[in-house]
């Protein structure tokens, strides 16, 4: 079984790397260390990382002959939620937040995965909602590693 070992994010547009496979998880599945996966060629991927990460989409897994698979984000049923204005947007993500909800908060819409009783209670709230079927890609909580995907790399000890 092929194994990698270690992650090169997307963010370093490294493209020298030849890609041998893509794999296309959902967003709950790219938080891993050691697991394994089946490849979208039907093949097995041993994943075996020094630490846990969270996988983004376009990362690569680096096997051991220097080749790569490809992470891809899988489309997810999600929710697009939109505020009436830059107050309101705020407020809606408060609530959301306060409810422990994964949430993907961009400048203009706030998408989270579908859910009829949250959906109730953002329409409660004022809030424009439309189903949409798209890659998931929420914030991380404050407890997170945050070195993962920034590169933000001292200690706030």
Excluded at 21 to 33: A, S, V, Y
Excluded at 48 to 65: E, I, M, N, S, Y
Excluded at 106 to 124: A, C, F, S
């Amino acid at each position: 079984m092929l194994t990698a070992h270690k992650v090169v994010r997307a963010s370093t547009g490294d493209q020298t790397i030849p890609v041998f496979d893509t794999i296309t998880l959902p967003h709950d599945e790219r938080h891993l260390r050691r697991k394994r996966l089946i490849m979208d060629s039907g093949e097995a991927l041993m994943v075996d990382l020094p630490k846990a990460v969270h996988l983004g989409h376009g990362d690569l897994l680096l096997l051991r002959d220097d080749k790569a698979v490809e992470v891809r984000a899988a489309t997810e049923p999600l929710t697009e939620i939109r505020a009436k204005d830059a107050t309101h947007h705020a407020a809606l993500c408060w609530h959301i937040g306060n409810r422990h909800l994964k949430a993907q908060i961009e400048k203009d819409r706030i998408l989270i995965l579908r859910d009829p009783v949250i959906h109730t209670m953002l329409e409660g709230l004022g809030a424009h909602l439309h189903l949409v079927d798209e890659p998931f890609h929420p914030v991380h909580g404050a407890y997170h590693d945050h070195d993962q995907q920034s590169g933000h790399r001292h200690s706030h000890g």
